[in-house]
């Protein structure tokens, strides 16, 4: 179903490409489209000439350079992230979607997350996504200092999860514990705690990786939350 999604979506770019209707919007979102399916990697303006069924050199009539479309594809994904609600909010609860709906995010786009808070020309999505963050922890009662602390906690949490996260091989529960036995059984040296660890939780039934993200946020938001009022 989703490959059908995604097949009319870009016969539904194309279409518009061919009407004369491209724009930078059409070619980011083009963009977006082929590096979720190929990779970063495979992106080029000849591949997303292709993509859209175009003359590469009709791409520059609406984008200066790749890195003008790489600008807009981050923008995209900021904008699919929630932003902050600042005046008379629940500034921990605001902050909290904001990083759960930041990791499903990367999730849709795996690309992305070498390229957030990377690129020298942020757009207006991105701006006024950390706009929000400041406003939001400002509004709070956070000290300037604190502010500071707060969104780099914050960020490296998101960001560095997400690397670990989608560096994991993709294996259901069972493949889990096999590929955890065999990297016990390699070294030739007793390794009693990471057994106990591994056979305790991580072979425990349900055990994902991906549900430890919400319990480092919700540990870092009380940390954050207990210095309010402190001097930064």
Known sequence: EGEAVAAAEQAAVRKRARRGTLSRGVIVRAAVALADREGLAHLSMRALAKELGVEAMSLYHHVPNKDDVLDGMVDHVFAEIHLPVVDGADWRGELRRRCVSGR?????????????????????????????????????????????????????????????????????????????????????????????????????????????????????????????????
């Open 104 to 232: 499903e995010a990367v999730l849709r786009h795996p690309w992305a997350v070498g390229l957030m808070d990377s690129r020298p020309n942020a757009g207006t999505e991105t701006l006024l996504h950390h706009d929000a963050v400041v406003g939001c922890l400002r509004q709070a009662g956070f000290a300037w200092p604190m502010v500071s602390h707060a969104m780099v906690l914050l960020d490296a949490h998101l960001y560095g999860f997400m690397v670990q996260e989608l560096s994991l091989p993709a294996v259901d529960s069972e493949e889990l514990g096999e590929l955890a036995m065999q990297m016990l059984d390699a070294p030739s040296v007793a390794l009693p705690h990471l057994a106990a660890f591994t056979s305790e939780h991580i072979l425990r039934p349900g055990y994902r990786f991906g549900d430890e993200f919400e319990i480092g946020l919700d540990l870092l938001l009380d940390a954050i939350e207990d210095r309010l009022g402190a001097d930064g």
